[in-house]
Antibody
């Protein structure tokens, strides 16, 4: 059974940093692209970042470029999102998802972790 | 950037057919995927590649894509189908793009 479990969310002050983790199981993690998607309170889904199966390519939505970094450790079947220079509008539930390269749809999702940026 | 436009809300009675649209410039040239999102739950992929259903998704869910509009159709709507629905495509300039979402209300 495919499982994705996010962790690391919490309350952080504006300008602060946080690292989210996503533990994957039930599939060959090293063969799949992975994605971070977020949903701010009362808003829709927003794609945040993708990372290729081997980490050789990383892609970001414009609003997080230079502030967020996606990474992975295939030996640990883990995905990460490093969030820096956080702003109030980064407040959201962050989901990790397994993504099919090419058509770029995400077929399995975690339950999400909440990041709240507030002083 | 590529923009996907969805109606904010759709309301139907149980047993009727719900039609949720997703508008985008020449969207027929892209693969459209649809997700169901219930409050407090993870998104669920219901339709991919315009028309394919993920295993376990009822046959009542179907998709189409033509011209500037993709459509998610839910036949014989049930109370349990009440959720937000999001369309998504990949664009070479903006990577993965989601529509704004449509709230399906089952009256």
């Amino acid at each position: 059974e495919v499982q994705l479990v996010e962790s690391g969310g919490g309350l952080v002050q504006p300008g602060g940093s946080l690292t989210l983790s996503c533990a994957a199981s039930g599939f060959d993690f090293a063969n799949f692209w992975m994605t971070w998607v977020r949903q701010a309170p009362g808003k829709g889904l927003e794609w945040v970042a993708n990372i290729k199966h081997d980490g050789s390519g990383r892609y970001y939505v414009d609003s997080v470029k230079g502030r967020f970094t996606v990474s992975r450790d295939n030996a640990k079947s883990s995905l990460y999102l490093h969030l820096n220079s956080l702003r109030a509008d980064d407040t959201a539930v962050y989901y990790c998802a397994r993504t099919m390269a090419g058509p770029y749809y995400s077929d399995y999702w975690g339950q999400g972790t909440l990041v709240t940026v507030s002083s | 950037s590529y923009v996907l436009t969805q109606p904010p809300s759709v309301s139907v009675a149980p047993g009727e057919t719900a039609t949720i649209t997703c508008g985008g410039l020449n969207i027929a040239s892209k693969s459209v995927h649809w997700y169901q999102k219930r409050p407090g739950q993870a998104p669920v992929l219901v339709i991919y590649y315009d028309t394919d259903r993920l295993s376990g998704i009822p046959e009542r869910f179907s998709g189409s894509n033509s011209g500037d509009t993709a459509t998610l159709t839910i036949n014989r709507v049930e109370v349990g189908d009440e959720a937000d629905y999001f369309c998504q495509v990949w664009d070479s300039r903006t990577d993965q793009v989601f529509g704004g979402g449509t709230k399906l209300t089952v009256l």
